[in-house]
């Protein structure tokens, strides 16, 4: 709302004010300050709660409460012997639509050019001036925040104006020549024939005041604001008026406004004839009344004000202060409840009046919550190993997805996006990763090791599932070379490392390795990691068309962990006394075929030993020319523990027999000889 | 073979003219593994036999002399020294470390801050209803005051992106009584271009205090106490009236400016104050929806920007380095 300084000097006195700290201190800060020639024009920002200040006089009127400076009301017209507008109607079709509509006849108005006060002040509100009823109507928006609409006479068809529901069907070509549909969620004033003005929002094509000294009507209205707004959104139409009408409107604005319209109109144009005007309405609402508690007021701001210095300020915002009520003013249309009475004392008693108050009371105390434990710990521990956390937007657009999965149909979609680039939400944080490894690559960085905590969704059966996760991209090499290393690139084991540390860290135990079967991975290096059949994290290499997709280089890996289950699957720490007695060690070097898995390998093993406790260390796979072609050779450290015994050197070399017995039945594999 | 009796002369001599300083590294040079005398005494089997006895006396004797002579002029810590050159300005052999994003790293200020004042953490979906979103948190359909925050809708659905964390507020007293302190941490998603002070998707820290008897006195306090923590004790705040619907009465928190302290400079636009967030006492209306008790109960909220409490801390004055995830960016710099 542009506020200009002499204008609003006209209802109140503002020498010796700062202004733009008592507006601010009211809720209303100065955006800007424009100088037009001698003139201060203050750009306030005006909450959705106030439509009143969106008004010169409500402006005033909050200035006034603040410094209980005096309010110098504008003056109005007052009917005395007009003439009656007679053979015309006015017919309001629903008083909740219209809870007022006021017409009224002018005659022998000449279209011509606003004196310069006029004009000027139009111009402070930022209108171009264009003749004296146009302007008028628009000062008496900006004034008293009342829009009025005037017509020529001749427009209407019938003798009739009818406020009303438009029918389907129906069509207008507004003052803008855009031709719109009607249908019946829009309100109209028609004629006898058809609609000729979008009720609140704009006129029709003809509407506008062209022609000299012929008979107009000014018309000054209520209507309801949800119907304005839903109008003015489904035309897509927002003008001055509009925004003002969805605002809210009041009772009384309608007749307040036509009679201070009138009385300058009087004053510019002399000649100008005024019949009575028709005002239809079903019953004046009863003003708002609410229960004032002094004490309700002092227990919330926290602050013991007096009971005058309440009253005092309640006085200045002219509400009717009795011993237990106020009445409020209808063109205050946000005060309804007595809470909305403490706002009111405490802005203009001014918060900074209001002591502060530190406490942590009884029964309160900040509680554990695991999820955001555990992804402190890991975001710190993969830091401390090199790793840099990412934040991305998380959004992802329709073609990426295409690309990864082949069908979008199972992804969650924006109805609204900004662009089709972040239309999608995405599945996984992984797929903005790989933009961000693309980035780093053309900063010249190869040592990508980046995560992120985001989620994934999708849509579920009956809901949309939302899931915590953890990805982490791999990229390049773990480090740059320096004198003591000579680092390699990144391959699958790296990946499956970070995997495996994290469930460490978090002490989940009992994860299986399976392969896996991701759309984003290459199908033979993709891994599945599940506790019994439930998946709780994927990891693999990205597929090449992928990265081709993305014009990045090959050899990305990446990890995505599930975080909702990875929680529960974290076993509470236990603690036991380590074996006091000491183990027995067995290498074994097996040979067999390269297709047998070392998973498998590490499964019979494990179901054959029959002793209290065995560690088995894999510790040097060989392929070449001292073992067969097509075999591999697999060292493996056995650790057997009695765990309450010493074992014994016989029953350690029966159980070694048995896994080598096993291993031979179940993958043909023997004993490496020396 | 040289003349032990030579020797003799100059090792005392460089003995005596030595300064304590030294006598390690002289230790080492005779009587180490590969010192002078050692080297003699294990190049008496190369020395014809008819020497060798006097050679060997002589150059014991002469060891236990120089022995004697660093017992008696005490070397401290001798065995330290491995006598290998030992280039120490080389880097060590280390792993470096990652950095944590800014956003996330404001995060834990924030976050740590209200633990302290007792205020526990809680999450919410990001996919949200309506009714969540805006009808319980009074924020009615066809109500200017949605115009606030223009909102992403889901297609096929009548679910939207969370605007705010406040939802999260309703779900928590849903689901419990009062006394309640917390705080929700999380992403929202607003329709806004991408620019250097804004973004579609940020994160908010949404805040909730509901109890008997908490007032606007607490309000201040309270979120004056977070300013004072997270940027610094000299910190000011001040309170302005807004509008919320959410909360009554409605207030803007701004803090003297963190760059020029409150003199005036072009990032608080000459003000000398930094708004940063919105609160105010919750709406009775607010209560309702999820079945409190208005009259024994009262409360206070708040919502702030974290990407804007993290560019304020670290001096970012471009939103879009936090999503470009750059790793030279992400590193951080001393100043």
Redesign the interface.
């Known amino acids: 709302m542009r506020v200009s300084l002499e204008w609003l000097n006209e209802y109140i006195e503002t020498d010796g004010l700062d202004l733009p700290v008592i507006l601010?201190?009211?809720?209303f800060?100065v955006e800007e300050i424009i100088k037009v020639g001698d003139d201060n024009v203050y750009d306030i920002e005006v909450?959705?709660?106030?439509p009143d200040m969106l008004s010169m006089l409500g402006v005033a009127r909050e200035i006034r409460a603040k410094t209980g400076r005096k309010l110098r009301l504008p003056e109005t017209y007052e009917f005395k012997d007009e003439n009656r507008w007679r053979d015309f109607s006015v017919k309001v079709e629903n008083f909740d639509d219209t809870p007022r509509y006021i017409a009224c006849k002018l005659a022998h108005v000449p279209v011509k050019e606003s004196p310069d006060w006029l004009k000027r002040r139009i111009k402070s509100y930022g209108l171009n001036p264009k003749n004296v009823l146009v302007d008028l109507t628009n000062y008496i928006a900006v004034e008293l925040g009342q829009p009025l609409h005037a017509f020529s006479e001749s427009l209407v068809e019938g003798k009739t104006i009818n406020v009303r529901r438009a029918v389907k069907g129906e069509e207008i070509v507004t003052l803008l020549g855009e031709k719109k549909e009607l249908d019946n969620s829009i309100l109209v004033i028609a004629d006898a024939e058809k609609p000729i003005a979008l009720a609140g929002i704009i006129g029709g094509e003809e509407s506008g005041v062209k022609r000299n000294s012929e008979s107009f009507i000014i018309e000054s209205a209520y209507f309801n604001p949800?119907l304005v707004?839903?109008g003015s959104k489904k035309l897509n139409i927002k003008t001055d008026a509009s925004y003002r009408f969805?605002?809210g409107g009041y009772f009384t604005s309608p007749d307040f406004a036509l009679k201070r319209f009138l009385y300058l109109l009087k004053e510019i144009v002399p000649e100008v004839e005024i019949y009575l005007p028709i005002d239809v309405y079903d019953k004046i609402p009863e003003p708002v009344k609410i229960e004032l508690d002094r004490d309700f007021i002092r227990?919330?701001?926290?602050?013991n004000i007096s009971d005058e210095e309440i009253d005092t300020i309640l006085k200045r915002f002219d509400f009717e202060v009795k011993k237990d009520s106020v009445v409020i003013p209808d063109y205050r249309r946000d005060l309804f409840?007595p809470?909305?009475l403490?706002?009111e004392v405490?802005?203009i008693f001014g918060?900074?009046n209001?002591?502060?108050?530190?406490?942590?009371?009884?029964?309160?105390?900040?509680?554990n919550?695991n999820?955001?434990n555990m992804v402190?710990t890991i975001?710190?521990t993969?830091?401390?190993?090199?790793?840099?956390?990412?934040?991305?937007?998380?959004?992802v657009s329709k073609r990426e997805l295409g690309k990864i999965y082949g069908n979008v149909d199972n992804f969650?979609?924006?109805?609204?996006?900004?662009n089709v680039n972040?239309e999608y939400?995405t599945p996984t944080p992984s797929i903005n990763l790989l933009k961000?490894v693309k980035?780093?690559i053309l900063?010249s960085?190869r040592n990508?090791?980046?995560f992120e905590f985001g989620?994934g969704?999708a849509k579920g059966k009956d809901a949309?599932i939302?899931k915590n996760i953890l990805s982490v991209m791999l990229f390049g090499m773990p480090?740059e070379k320096?004198?003591?290393?000579s680092p390699k690139s990144f391959d699958l084991f790296d990946i499956k490392g970070v995997a495996e540390y994290i469930f460490d860290l978090m002490h989940v135990a009992e994860v299986k390795t399976d392969r896996g079967e991701y759309p984003l991975y290459m199908k033979d290096e993709s891994v599945s990691y599940k506790i019994g059949d439930v998946e709780i994290a994927q990891c693999g290499r990205i597929r090449k068309d992928i990265e081709n997709f993305y014009e990045i280089e090959n050899g990305i890996y990446s990890l995505d962990i599930d975080l909702d289950k990875l929680l529960d699957y974290t076993k509470e720490r236990s603690y036991e006394r380590p074996s006091a007695y000491p183990s027995v060690y067995r290498d074994l070097a097996l040979v067999m075929d390269r297709s047998v898995l070392f998973g498998d390998l590490l499964n019979v093993i494990y179901s054959v030993n029959s002793l209290p406790s065995l560690k088995v260390k894999l510790f040097d796979i060989y392929i070449g020319k001292q073992i067969p072609e097509g075999k591999k050779s697999m060292a493996v450290n056995l650790e057997f523990n009695g765990l309450t015994r010493t074992l014994k050197d016989d029953e350690v070399e029966v159980v070694v027999g048995k896994i080598v017995e096993s291993l031979k039945e179940k993958f043909g594999a023997y004993l490496r000889e020396k | 073979m040289r003349d032990i009796k030579e020797l003799r002369e100059e090792i005392l001599t460089s003995l005596k003219n030595a300064s304590s300083s030294e006598y390690e590294a002289l230790k080492i040079k005779y009587l180490g593994r590969k010192g002078v005398i050692t080297s003699i005494l294990r190049g008496l089997k190369e020395v014809p036999k008819e020497e060798r006895k006097v050679i060997g006396m002589e150059a014991n004797k002469l060891k236990k002399e120089i022995e004697e002579f660093f017992r008696q002029h005490k070397v401290k810590g001798a065995k330290s020294y491995s006598g290998k050159f030992t280039d120490y300005t080389l880097p060590g052999r280390r792993i470096f470390p990652g950095a944590v994003h800014p956003v996330s790293r404001a995060l834990d200020e924030i976050i740590d801050i209200f633990m302290r004042l007792g205020f526990s953490i809680e999450y919410g979906p990001e996919i949200e209803s309506d009714y969540y979103n805006f009808e319980a948190l009074n924020v009615p359909e066809h109500h200017p005051s949605r115009d606030m925050q223009d909102t992403f809708y889901i297609a096929g659905s009548d679910r939207l992106l969370r605007t705010h964390t406040s939802p999260v507020q309703i779900r928590t007293m849903e689901n419990r009584k009062p006394p309640i302190r917390m705080i929700a941490p999380g992403r929202c998603y607003r329709k806004d271009e991408i620019d250097p002070s804004h973004s579609p998707v940020f994160h908010q820290v949404e805040g909730l205090y509901v109890d008997e008897n908490v007032t606007f006195a607490d309000l201040k306090g309270i979120l004056s106490a977070f300013a004072r923590e997270f940027f610094g004790p000299d910190t000011k705040t001040r309170f302005t009236p807004s509008f919320f619907p959410f909360t009554e009465p409605s207030s803007e928190m701004y803090v003297s400016c963190v760059f020029c302290g409150g003199k005036g400079c072009s990032v608080c636009q000459h003000t000398g104050w930094l708004e940063v967030l919105g609160c105010g006492l919750v709406n009775p209306k607010v209560f309702q929806y999820v079945g409190y008790n208005t009259e024994k109960y009262s409360g206070f909220a708040f919502g702030l920007g974290v990407e804007r409490f993290a560019m304020l801390k670290y001096g970012i004055d471009d939103m879009r380095l936090l999503f470009e995830n750059n790793m030279e960016f992400l590193k951080g710099v001393i100043k």
């Open positions: 601010e201190e009211c809720g800060p909450t959705a709660n106030r949800i707004r839903k969805e605002r227990e919330r701001l926290g602050y409840e809470i909305d403490v706002e405490g802005r918060y900074s209001i002591p502060d108050r530190v406490r942590v009371p009884e029964g309160v105390y900040a509680r919550n999820l955001f402190r975001r710190d993969l830091v401390g190993l090199g790793y840099y956390e990412n934040v991305t937007l998380g959004l969650v979609r924006i109805a609204n996006p900004i972040i939400m961000v980035n780093n900063k960085i990508i090791k980046i989620r969704f949309f939302e480090d320096e004198w003591y290393n």
